[in-house]
């Protein structure tokens, strides 16, 4: 976890006020959740409906300073790694493989860069709420606030991971609360690919949000995968997952 101090920094750096004038509840020291890029925390904050003043739970995302210096100085490491195998072994069959592997850094590393920029994570959050609104199978939290190190969103107080939705049914329960899950998803999934043509890049189940009457909330907008072009080996993929023949899903 990012230390009480760092957290500090980041307001002071994003909205020149300590995090206490702006939430109430806020404790930098104890995160909900840590990750790489940064560390999400609950709090609540006032906001102003129907001219009264309401404090109202919220998320808020603090991202780590100079994390983008660390991947850098990684992935210069890696590559120094690898340069140095193909000098000791310069005609061996392993310098496809260490290509391979030097391009796969490379594009790890750039995924994860674009995580790190809270600004354009805004934005596809924001353009995927707007899209959900004309939707009932799919939700995106919305969007209070945000910098280029804090997030700002609506708390889902009546909503879990998928795993642990799924964990808290009971046996006769879980499969017909499985099958409305997978329709939603799924027709979440093929509205984004045929009718967008950009997807959620990170659809993990810790950032798929399931509510108690099976509503789906989709969270963690910082990777999203622009599909212009790619529509071919997209389609081709999903109709080899429906023959279930592995050969042409390999391919």
């Not at 796969?104 to 899209?131: M, P, S």
């Amino acid at each position: 976890a990012m230390s009480a101090s760092e957290v500090e920094d980041a307001f002071m750096e994003c909205y020149g006020k300590p995090a206490h004038q702006l939430f109430l509840d806020f404790d930098p020291a104890k995160p909900v959740k840590s990750g790489s890029i940064g560390s999400v925390y609950f709090a609540k904050k006032p906001f102003l409906e129907d001219g009264r003043e309401v404090l109202k739970p919220v998320v808020i995302k603090v991202g780590r300073h100079n994390i983008d210096r660390e991947f850098a100085i990684g992935k210069m490491v890696l590559g120094l790694a690898i340069m140095s195998s193909q000098y000791w072994a310069p005609h061996s069959k392993l310098t496809p493989f260490l290509r391979a592997m030097q391009e796969q850094v490379d594009e790890f590393v750039a995924g994860f860069v674009e995580e790190l920029d809270f600004e354009a994570e805004a934005q596809n959050h924001l353009r995927f709420y707007e899209r959900a609104q004309g939707t009932t199978h799919w939700r995106v939290p919305e969007l209070y606030g945000h910098s280029h190190r804090i997030l700002e969103m609506e708390y889902l107080s009546d909503a879990a991971s998928l795993t642990r939705a799924l964990q808290r049914m009971s046996k006769r329960d879980r499969r017909r609360f499985q099958s409305q899950v997978s329709e939603r998803l799924l027709y979440a999934v093929l509205q984004h690919v045929f009718l967008y043509n950009e997807i959620h890049g990170d659809l993990h189940p810790g950032n798929v949000m399931v509510g108690s009457d099976g509503a789906l909330h989709l969270i963690d907008w910082g990777n999203v995968v622009q599909l212009e072009g790619k529509l071919g080996p997209v389609w081709n993929y999903l109709v080899a997952a429906a023959l279930a023949d592995t050969s042409m899903i390999a391919d």
